[in-house]
């Protein structure tokens, strides 16, 4: 969540919308998308423009000679009328130039197929430009900090449990994936793209140029696929795709679980955070997701289709809340034995209550599987999260360095710190622990082997979880230790407060006299 300076410039955008005479909440979110994606295309513009004079890098040019009234840098400097007529006018203007990007008949193409200017005034169109030239969005965080402010701002948000993932949570699950150029990666609730994303920044960040243009045609086609059933939402998400280097995402119109949606086998990755307490009429359920678990909660659906989806071999990392973990009726249970008994269940991360405030107070844990078919479950890792970076109250104030937490280094030099001081980073940011340990269980002799069960992380073999009809719950196993507290004899304390009180009656005499 965005605070500070940023969320007031934000506010600022909002204001000048709302003040204008726009009153749909969405319709603000996507403008102001569009308004994000035609500063960033023409900034990708010029770094490619600079790196073809200084370094003759060639590049294909997203603006020809006569689209030049397009580049932010011009429009910012129009007069209002000319500006407002070129986002205004259907035939030649800046619209109908966004959809025509992207490749022909290409899933981009066909989603922008829908963007258009809502019409607003050509002083408000001028307001919020201003506005946007102020905000420093050269961080990419940034500009995803923003959608989800923005998000979060939308009319019911939360009511079906589609909660906003926070940024570093996101960016901690595909730390913990680690996904590879050959992957091919799935978000069947994908919002934003949010996950795919920071996937992309991932492979972006631990591959070279020469690597990446290896798989270019992978990238821009067939590495990063989703679901969403909102047009405006797909559009986003297509967008946010475009902009960080995937020129055809494959993301698809389709509800998820529903029988329209008849992908299988696909995917060897897959990121997720399904809707928490969403339901979907019996009739509209792919047939074979009730096989799994028969059941109409979303939350229980996405997990049968995660199963289905993935390749033999394939992995997942997904939220879900607490009542998926322990709920005591069949569909829990079903859900819970297959993943367990059928393929192999790795680890169980639960994350602090207030993860999702200021939205929602739900309990979650992220699972993290793979796709066997024949078992595999061993020793299953817990991890008891206790602070994320932030405070877990309505404000989410950082209790870190701004440094440490935005550049997400996950404790990286944390070995040159003292003792004291990595034990204070760790009482309030436990995400470099949690991928520390977690990439220690791919070694046979893995130091959480010797864990105890009082510690916030420790293993839990197959059977027991078996015994304990397939609870997940990480207060199912582990031990509180509770230290002995002495008290004073009874008639002691009486005695103490019979004193306190004979000192306040003579304090009340000197006060009256």
Known sequence: MITGELKQQVDAIWQTFWEGGEPNTMTIVEQLTYLIFIKDLDETETRNELMFKRLNKPFEPVFDENQQDFRWKNLKEMDVSQRFNIFA???????????????????????????????????????????????DMSNQDAKGDIYEYMLSKLEGGGTSGQFRTPRHIIKMMVELMQPTLEDT??????????????????????????????????????????????????RIASMNLFLHGVEEPNVIDVDAVSKDNDVSDAYTLILANPPFKGTIDKESIA?????VTDTTKTELLFLALMLRQLKKGGRAAVIVPDGVLFGSGKAYKSIRSEIV????????????????????GVSTAIIIFTKTDNGGTDNVWFYDMQADGKSLDQKRNLLVDADVFEAFSFGDGTDELSEALQKELHEKFNLPDVIQRFATLKNKNTPETDRKRTEQSFLVPFQEIKDNDWDLSINRYKEIIYEEVEYDAPMEIIERINQLSNERIALLEKINQ
């Open 89 to 135: 006018d259907n035939i030649n203007g800046i619209f109908p130039f966004i959809r025509t990007l992207g490749k022909e008949k290409s899933l981009f193409s066909t989603h922008m197929r829908g963007a258009s200017f809502s019409n607003y005034k050509a002083l408000v169109l001028d307001q919020v430009i201003e506005k946007l030239e102020r905000i």
């Open 185 to 234: 990666i799935c978000d069947p609730a994908l919002g934003t793209a949010g996950f795919l994303v920071a996937a992309k920044e991932y492979i972006d960040k631990n591959h070279d140029v020469t690597e990446l243009d290896k798989y270019r045609d992978h990238i821009n086609k067939t590495m990063f696929n989703g679901t969403e059933f909102s047009s405006t939402m797909l």
């Open 287 to 291: 047939p074979g997701l009730r096989n």
């Open 341 to 360: 008994a059928n393929h192999k269940l790795e680890a169980v991360i639960s994350l602090p209550s207030g993860i999702f405030q200021p939205y929602s």
